[in-house]
């Protein structure tokens, strides 16, 4: 099919007004009320709506523990302290991911280990997870990257062999699937955040969920002093009582229980039309050229929940070797958002390598290291993590199954990937993709 490209002149593919299909976090009369009602009462320091929010929360996950927190990046923390990771312990954690996945572990007196992703998942690779395992590994952190459920079959075989614990970030992927089973639910403990951006939304917070009573219970001795009193069991936790043993402060604020309380109840309902939404979008655009879904296949059980920061696979070679910078140009010219790259490697990153965050005199990632040990990853090592920039892209996060709005996006994307020949001459232009942050960029796709 011949169409002129926006980019050169032509019609856009996208002439409809979107309306509020993109708007998100969705802020309804109900979550005003019963955020007022919070304020009102002037409530927002006590614990008794998180508590509620806590118990709705693990009920809807199906786990026996769920503590609330002021971010995700404080339930991380709060589960690698749960887990019992200290000085001179190894996490393993996928390099592509957002840093709140591992950096709270340099404040345990811990480390990180990259593993590489898998090109189709994006998710940690369990076969590289192996070959990261030393005698100081003591955790995998899962993060179920962009929606998409890592291999958990695999991880957990891993762990369940060489005796490792499994902390699951869901901070993507709240509700999805894996095999039928909800994320989360996997490992020995997971962390959720709750941030504006993510696909449930509160305002800021984050969750920490688990089964174990002991990760639990820890978690609270290190940074919930206000509930020692009531909710230690443990008697060794209980000689410490009253003062928080990382000397964190992590309630969560109960503006956002409030919040929280009332998008969990409409959050399966939301859910499924986002998925219905991505589904459609995607749908539209098998065996387009050049370019491919980010999701499970169909009939596998396996689902991308909320579907946060959706994101396409390119394929360069597919057009010609047209660059990722020049498609996205052409895709956002025909009225669509579009952005190449995702979460650049952590293990490239300045913080990971040189900086001496504690004054130890060496950098911060290798100070808890046995002599001689130096974890340190230098360019090269994670093969797939460093070229994958070039191979993702932005895709529009429908919030709402319009399928006449949601054709037109998709057009804009199979119109530029079928006539990719006009854009080849032109292409010279490189731009920048991926960045430290996810939201920033979503924001700059203009979703
Ligand atoms: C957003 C995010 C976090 C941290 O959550 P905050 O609520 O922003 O602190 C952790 N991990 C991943 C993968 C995230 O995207």
């Known amino acids: 099919m011949k169409s002129k490209l926006a980019l050169l002149g032509g019609e856009k593919a996208v002439q409809s007004d979107p309306g509020d299909i993109f708007s998100w976090p969705i802020i309804t009369k109900e979550i005003e009320e019963a955020v007022l009602e919070v304020l009102r009462a002037g409530k927002m320091s006590d614990i008794d709506v998180t508590m509620k929010f806590e118990k709705a929360f693990a009920e809807w996950l199906g786990v026996k523990y769920a503590l609330g927190h002021n971010t995700g990046t404080a339930a991380l923390h709060s ?225 991308k929940g909320g579907w946060y920061a959706p994101h396409g696979i390119y394929h360069s070679e597919e057009l010609g070797g047209l660059s990722i910078y020049r498609f996205c140009e052409a895709v956002r010219a025909e009225g669509a958002p579009c952005v190449p790259g995702c979460n650049l490697p952590l293990h490239l990153h300045p913080l990971f390598n040189t900086i001496d965050v504690y004054n130890e005199g060496k950098p911060t990632r290798i100070a808890n290291c046995p002599p001689g040990v130096d974890v340190r990853q230098p360019p090269g090592s994670l093969p797939v993590s460093e070229s994958i920039q070039e191979r993702v892209f932005t895709v529009p996060w429908f919030k709402h199954y319009r399928p006449e709005i949601i054709e037109e996006y998709a057009y804009a994307f199979r119109k530029v990937a079928e006539n990719y020949q006009d854009l080849l001459p032109g292409d010279t232009k490189r731009g920048t993709a991926g960045g430290w942050g996810m939201t920033r960029m979503i924001r700059e796709a203009g979703t």
Request: charged share 20%.
């Open 79 to 303: 589960a690698m302290f749960g887990v019992g990771i200290g000085k001179g312990d190894e996490i393993i954690c996928p390099s592509i991911t957002y840093w709140a996945s591992c950096l709270q572990v340099y404040s345990l007196r811990g480390t990180v280990v990259f593993a590489d992703i898998d090109p189709e998942t994006l998710c940690i690779d369990p076969n590289d997870i192996v070959k990261r395992i030393t005698p100081r590994t003591k955790a995998i952190m899962v993060v179920h990257y962009l929606g998409m459920p890592a291999d958990m079959d695999a991880i957990m075989k891993i762990a369940e062999e060489y005796d490792l614990k499994v902390i699951e970030d869901c901070s993507h992927a709240h509700g999805a699937l894996y095999k039928g089973k909800m994320v989360g639910t996997f490992g020995d403990v997971a962390g959720f955040s709750l941030m504006s951006g993510k696909s449930l939304p509160c305002g800021e917070g984050g969750m920490m969920t688990t089964d174990d009573r002991r990760i639990y219970e820890r978690a609270i001795a290190f940074g919930h002093y206000a509930r020692h009193n009531f909710a230690l069991t443990l008697e060794d936790l209980k000689a410490g009582a009253g003062l928080p043993w990382g000397g964190y402060k992590y309630r969560m604020n109960q503006l956002t229980s409030a919040m929280g309380l009332v998008q969990l109840k409409y959050y399966p309902k939301l859910m499924a039309e986002i998925d219905r939404a991505m589904n459609y979008f995607w749908d539209l655009l098998e065996g387009v050229p050049g370019i491919r879904a980010h999701r499970p296949p169909k009939g596998s059980g396996t689902t």
